[in-house]
């Protein structure tokens, strides 16, 4: 009876950890699309190399993920962005540069355990040659 009742509390005790850390998801911010078809985007900004870089528009196939599909991503930044990086506390994406201040991917979406279906916050950080860095913020769904 005792190994019951630890046990129950063990679980108990678990199932709050778990709610416990249920983040805020971010709004998607207003440089930002989703869709088939990004909305205008504009050109990139000519910055020196000592200047913080700027993201300046993104767009994302989706940011509700399902498996076995597709999911792709674009972004316009300033010129001297030396690399874009889209994250999340599960996983990290080193966007290939096409030209100045043009970055894009697409990723195959084959399977992932049940245990990392749930919302997270995705993180793009835009850095320079120096390393400085310009973060944003949106919400992600791994279904």
């Known amino acids: 009876m005792l190994a019951v009742a630890s046990r129950r509390l ?3 005790i678990a199932l709050l950890a778990l709610v416990g850390c249920v983040s805020h998801l971010p709004s ?6 989703v869709g088939a078809a990004p909305f205008a985007m504009p050109s ?14 993104m767009h994302f196939s989706s940011l509700d993920l399902r498996r076995g ?4 991503g674009s972004f316009v930044t300033s010129t001297n962005t030396a690399s874009v990086e889209v994250r999340t506390n599960l996983f990290s994406i080193d966007v290939p540069r096409t ?18 279906t749930r919302a997270y916050a995705l993180r793009v950080i835009a850095r320079n040659s120096a390393g400085v860095r310009s973060e944003q913020d949106l919400p992600l769904v791994m279904r």
């Open 10 to 12: 063990l679980v108990s």
């Open 28 to 33: 998607l911010p207003r440089d930002a699309s």
């Open 44 to 57: 990139p900004e000519v910055l020196g190399n000592d200047a913080p870089p700027r993201i300046l528009a």
């Open 69 to 72: 599909t597709t999911w792709s």
């Open 99 to 116: 030209a100045f201040g043009l970055f894009a991917f697409q990723l195959a979406l084959f399977d992932w355990p049940p245990i990392f």
